[in-house]
């Protein structure tokens, strides 16, 4: 029996991004641009949430982002920030997306401003243009290139706690990973029973 190999390949990731700022910034259209190569000049501002997939290669790996696309309507920011803080880590990875690039004459925010802001904040920074699609994929890649870094520091550091207490885990301890906002933290726990 013949099996379709691409049908059976499944991501090794998958990450969730979440879009937000002010209306009529952009938003949907860099996320059109960037998930099916569009660009619509009379969009439609966003209601509520929605969502687009895009796969990625990292370092050989399958990566699936799920990007969502709020509304930037002040009516909706109850609904969107909502969404978002019930549905973020700790360590999360964000980017400031200076976008509307191309038009050079209408700037409201110079570039040293945007990067001076993005540095005080510890945020990436990066120009966008989803006119003329400069910078789009790379503002995406940036984001899910990080995303990937930091799980991938996780998994070698949760390898050498196993293999360090590999002879500890054998006598009834569980290790637990935690999440700290500054560092991650590592506590053990007995498991249950009169002798542990």
């Known amino acids: ?3 379709n190999s691409e049908e059976e390949k499944k991501e090794d990731y998958l990450f969730k991004i979440v879009l937000i700022g002010d209306s009529a910034v952009g938003k949907s259209n860099l996320l059109a641009r960037f998930a099916r190569d569009e660009f619509y000049p009379n969009s439609k ?3 509520g949430v929605e969502f687009q997939t895009q796969k990625m290669d990292i370092n050989g790996k399958e990566v699936k982002a799920q990007i969502w696309d709020t509304a930037g309507q ?4 109850a609904v969107t920030s909502a969404y978002y803080r019930a549905h973020s880590d700790m360590n999360v990875v964000i980017i400031l997306v200076g976008n509307k690039s191309d038009l050079k004459e209408a700037r ?9 802001l993005a540095e005080a904040k510890g ?3 990066i120009e966008t243009s989803a006119l003329d699609s400069s910078n789009v994929t790379s503002a995406f890649q940036t984001v899910v290139r990080e995303i990937y870094n930091i799980l991938s520091r996780k998994v070698i550091q949760s390898q050498e706690l196993q293999k360090k207490d590999s002879g500890r885990l054998a006598n009834g301890k569980t290790v637990v990973l935690q999440a700290d906002e500054n560092q991650e933290t590592v506590s053990e726990t007995k498991k249950g029973g009169c002798c542990s």
């Open 1 to 3: 029996m013949a099996h």
């Open 45 to 47: 501002s966003t209601i």
């Open 74 to 77: 002040e009516r909706f920011r």
């Open 108 to 116: 409201e925010v110079t570039t040293a401003e945007g990067k001076a």
């Open 123 to 125: 945020l990436f920074f």
